[in-house]
Each structure stands twice: as structure tokens, then as C-alpha cells.
């Protein structure tokens, strides 16, 4: 018996995902779109997935060059993600229109964008045809992370620091602070 339930129909209401642009295309010609159908596939190998609809102008050119590059994004990035998500780059040159930097790309030939804290270069593995959306299953060919959020006496890289942007069912949050770390609650108390 459902008792402070609400019954929905059926539907995506797995939130917050991360907001993040997709950079796709080549050194002459590319684009951006903003993805929040993005996640983790498997570890090993690096296997992460976009969800993209096939009537997306981005669309075509993923399928076509079987490359792109996720960017995470951050608060500071929030008006530009969403521009992203709202104009097609039939009608705009995002990267004019938004002022976001390209920056070549290292393992594959779409850029990456500059001011995002993390990039993660893919090449195409498998797409999925699933409905409104289209998977694309991507290979993770390397992670470009930026310097200034490595921290210097761990070398590791703190995500937290660099203010990431999620999505929550149609609007944009910042991300919140830490509550702890992975396996604190079965930590052994000192």
C-alpha cells in the first residue's frame, strides 16, 4: 500500500546527471551539445555512453567522424550550457556565439573546450539504437585534466574544487560539498 506515493507514468527521473558539452566535429569544423545522458559504462575497459537524438545536428557529425569529447562543465559554464542545449549549430557557430575556447584535441581530432575542468577524449565503439535517443557507446581514449585543480601533495585531482555543473529534471545546480568519501561508513574508527 502506497502511502505518501505518488503514482507517475513511466519515465527518466534519475537526478541530478552531470551537464556536460559534448565537443564533436574537427579542426575545421565542429561543434558543441549539451548532454546531461551521459555516464559511466565500465571501467575496463574505459567505456562511457551519450545518449544523443538522432535529429540533433551533433548528431550526424559523431556518427560520421565515430569521435567526440565529453566536457564536464562548470557553474561558471551554466549560461553556456544551456545556450548549448537550446540553439542548433545549423544556425550558430557555438564557439563564437558563447565564447568558449577550442582547443586541439590529442587522441582524436574534435578540440576539447578549454575553460572545462576535465575532457574526456572517445572514439565511437558501438551506437545503439534505442527509441527518441541513439546510444553512443564511447571508448575512452584519454582524460585531460587541468593542472590547477591537481592537488600538489596527494596528486590527486579534485573534482570538488572545480564547482561542476549537474542537471536536475530541467534545471541547473551547482555541485554541493562532500558528505564523504567511499567506503567512510564501514571505516574503522581510530
Not at 146 to 153: P, Q, T, W
Not at 167 to 189: A, D, L, M, P, T
Request: negative net charge; hydrophobic residues 40%; proline residues 5%.
Amino acid at each position: 500500500m502506497l502511502t505518501d506515493r505518488e503514482v507517475w507514468k513511466p519515465g527518466t527521473m534519475v537526478y541530478p546527471l552531470p551537464a556536460v558539452l559534448v565537443s564533436c566535429g574537427d579542426a575545421e569544423s565542429s561543434n558543441l551539445i549539451t548532454v546531461a545522458w551521459t555516464g559511466t559504462i565500465c571501467t575496463n575497459p574505459a567505456l562511457l555512453y551519450i545518449s544523443v537524438r538522432p535529429e540533433r545536428y551533433s548528431y550526424g557529425i559523431i556518427k560520421e567522424k565515430m569521435e567526440f569529447t565529453v566536457n564536464l562543465t562548470t557553474a561558471e559554464m551554466a549560461r553556456a550550457v544551456d545556450w548549448c542545449g537550446v540553439r542548433s549549430g545549423r544556425d550558430y557557430d557555438k564557439w563564437a556565439e558563447t565564447g568558449l575556447t577550442p582547443a586541439p584535441g590529442v587522441m582524436v581530432q574534435c578540440p576539447y573546450i578549454d575553460e572545462s575542468p576535465l575532457s574526456i577524449e572517445c572514439r565511437v565503439r558501438e551506437v545503439i539504437k534505442l527509441g527518441s535517443h541513439d546510444m553512443f557507446i564511447g571508448e575512452v581514449l584519454d582524460v585531460l585534466a587541468r593542472k590547477g585543480l591537481m592537488d600538489s601533495a596527494t596528486g590527486a585531482f579534485d573534482l570538488g574544487a572545480a564547482g561542476l555543473l549537474n542537471y536536475s529534471h530541467g534545471h541547473y545546480y551547482r555541485q554541493g560539498s562532500e558528505i564523504g568519501r567511499f567506503g567512510w561508513s564501514v571505516k574503522k574508527k581510530d
